[in-house]
């Protein structure tokens, strides 16, 4: 449920110049639009799941992109159901001036690519069916130009062996791997909510530069309440990514009823110090490891 | 399109303890919240039409309605096409513990009663099927007491006739006009957005003692874009609710394209001064005229 100062839980990810988001629940426009992003360089939206707090801001989020004049195709990523959910909620956003692509998760857990990222969606245990994301940007190894030199590769062959082309010149053939080192430590972000912790998770987020999972319950008695409605409590998150050994993880989908998720911050670095109770509009920026 | 700090238009009625709601775009509800209004007390759910700015918020709206627990049935009036709408946006919405009873318009005018108003919907002139409401607060003539005294009308059967009731009682049959006056002024409120200004708007918001107008563009430049997409200026509004005579009047349902609406308040008062450029949470109490 929205509140006047906290709305519905949403990511976006913007990484060279495009965007991925993860659900669109009511008003994830305006908190788009008060974090000055915008919605055109959107290419991929995933759903975690169809219900409403996760997916209703989509036919207006639609209809602003119409009105951006986006040609460009739209992917939507989500479980089962997706194309009939969308289409039937478009019957308010009839014409737009561009495709949508649907990719229907079907498997417990499926790889796909997009904006870059290799995306890995994963099952988790909610009360309907509900994916959780992990999102990889990976990185090449080092170039070589020693060994480029020793080799005798023509230097305007030398870029496109960087971006991991095979090269033919001169009557030669160059592959990437002669002149590349293994691949470098790239960026793990992990997005998960409405769930019970489970091991596909753990397994999953392991190692995230930084993992966003669900905190909605921080009073320790709401721990039946989560368990009862498919939730994770501040204190199940704190273990789950400690466990998984996350470098930083926030906290969000809070429960309307926890009016101040920050009180409950001692308690939960207790189990896990590397972790933020997110606000509204929490923001960051991944780096690759300097000397990587 | 919803903006951080100017959401879309919906009008919150309370009336004797119940509400009447008019559309229900993205975040409604939590301008609402913001203006501390209860979804519990809405009987009445009025569309002036389904563009997605009028209904999207309605799935989430229903939830939260549902997670307090309503039972009550609930009234949806609008055009032609409104359970196919309603419905089809409930994919994420499908269970509620309350039913919807759907009254589709299909004249250019009809009146409905809700909440205790008459409440009257007349077609206007937009690119859809669009209609603005009027709703009227009647109020009984004064109650003559010397003339009850004179009849010999028993004391215990005054409080029923005052309430329009037809009372028996020791053999006689006494009726409301034998001791009310004639019908005493009441109260009426317009709304009326998505259209040009027509001769039946005029006629249907006469004497309105609020009527609430869109005031698309201030911009005089615009003139020719609202004939085009069928809205209307703040200029032609304020002429036109002048010609009604309307006691109040407010400019609302403004161009995400128009950053300060405030700022045209002074030529708009010099066609109609008793015009206001009403902004988000915008509120007053209507009363019956003293000594009326």
Known sequence: ?????????SLYVRVNGKALLIDSGEATQIAMKKAKLSASPIDVICFTHYHADHISG?????????????????TMVGPKGLEKVVNSLRVIAPELPFD???????????????????????????????????????????????????LGIPLKAWNRLQHGET????????????????PRKGIKL????????????????????????????????????????????????AKLSGDAMAKETWLTHYSPSMAHPGEYIGAVRKINPNIIVAKDGQSTTLRFEEGG
């Open 58 to 74: 989509l036919p207006g989020l639609l209809l602003t992109m119409g009105n951006q004049e986006r040609t460009d195709t739209l």
């Open 100 to 150: 949508i692509e649907f990719h229907e998760l079907s498997e417990d857990e499926e790889e796909l690519s997009g904006v870059g990222l290799r995306i890995r969606a994963f099952k988790v245990h909610h009360n309907v069916t509900c994916y959780g994301y992990t999102m990889e940007l990976e990185r090449a190894g080092r170039f070589d130009a020693e060994k480029a030199k020793d």
């Open 167 to 182: 090269v033919e010149m001169e009557q030669k053939t160059y592959t990437p791997d002669m002149v590349m080192g293994p």
């Open 1 to 9: 449920m929205p509140l006047p100062y906290r709305f519905l839980t």
């Open 190 to 237: 992990s997005y998960v909510t409405d769930t019970r912790p489970t091991g596909s998770i753990l397994e999953n987020v392991r190692d995230s530069d930084l993992f966003i999972c669900e905190g909605m319950y921080g009073d320790k008695e709401k721990a039946q309440k989560a368990r009862q409605y498919r939730h994770m409590t501040m204190y199940e998150a």
